[in-house]
């Protein structure tokens, strides 16, 4: 086997995906989490922290990131969160006016667009007046451009990923209880070259649409299992307990084909 010389990233996702997890993995991975608040401090949203716990789960080092907002942790999908920017068209405003880099703005606005899609199609709107209820929340747009970010400063020529893992069951959400994988994510799957393995004991979500949303925007290619020499590794984990070993892992090395 040889290396093509290109330097990519793979998620691998057996306990699913979602927006913090993607982004702790990236900080555990190396990218430097001061360096992606100063980036998003220009989306001027308000006051807003990151903040990388640094735990061991089942004896494996991670990230579990907090994303706060005002002071407050906003992971916790049973409060209400502050709307400011809701719609996507607010939101795409909000990054081309950012200091990001090129690079980043469209990334970030790739991903956007995959998850506004997906949601016009569940809620029956048009795309640019889709109001992103958990997506639209502050956590998500800087786990979003957040993510953007960092896989920009990387500086890979692709991405890459191995299946998603999803639960099955229902869960509750803003407007009540909905079935998993959620609408948006079986909407985006309906496109999607990226398989989901359902985990028949799981009973809960394991993959957000902003964590499936990421994986899409990005344009991560499917490989079942990838030749890569690992440069860096890092673990993003989740708030959710499902019983498995809750992390996102995320590689950064070379392929080999």
């Known amino acids: 086997m040889e290396s093509t010389g290109e330097k990519v990233l793979y998620f691998e996702c057996g306990a699913g995906i979602s927006g913090d997890m993607t ?20 989306l001027k949203i308000g006051p807003f922290d990151l903040v990388p716990n640094y735990v061991s789960r089942n004896g494996v080092a991670g990230v579990d990131l907090d994303v706060i907002i005002e002071g407050e942790p906003q992971h916790d999908h049973h409060h209400t969160h502050h709307h400011t920017h809701t719609t996507y068209r607010q939101i795409t405003a909000l990054i081309e006016n950012s200091d990001l880099t090129e690079n980043a703005k469209r990334m970030a606005t790739d991903i956007f667009t995959v998850i506004g899609k997906a949601e016009a199609a569940v809620h029956g709107k048009n795309l640019e007046d889709v109001a992103f209820h958990e997506v639209g929340a502050m956590d998500s747009i800087l786990d979003i451009v957040g993510t953007a970010v960092a896989v920009d400063m990387l500086g890979v020529s692709r ?36 398989p989901v393995i359902i985990e028949t004991d799981v009973t809960t979500e394991m993959v ?30 989740g708030k959710r307990d499902t019983g498995r070993f809750g992390a996102v892992r995320a590689i950064l090395g070379e392929e080999y084909v």
């Open 23 to 42: 982004l702790g993995a990236l900080i555990h991975l190396g990218v430097d989490a001061e360096a992606i608040k100063t980036a998003l401090s220009s």
């Open 208 to 237: 957000t649409p902003t964590g499936f949303g990421i994986l899409e925007g990005l344009k991560a290619v499917f490989r079942e299992a990838v030749g890569i020499r690992p440069k860096k590794v890092g673990y993003g984990f």
């Open 159 to 194: 991405i890459l990923c191995g299946p998603v893992h999803d639960g099955q069951g229902f869960i509750e959400c803003r407007h009540g209880v909905i079935p998993v994988p959620v609408p948006a994510v079986m909407e985006m799957l309906k496109t999607s070259d990226i």
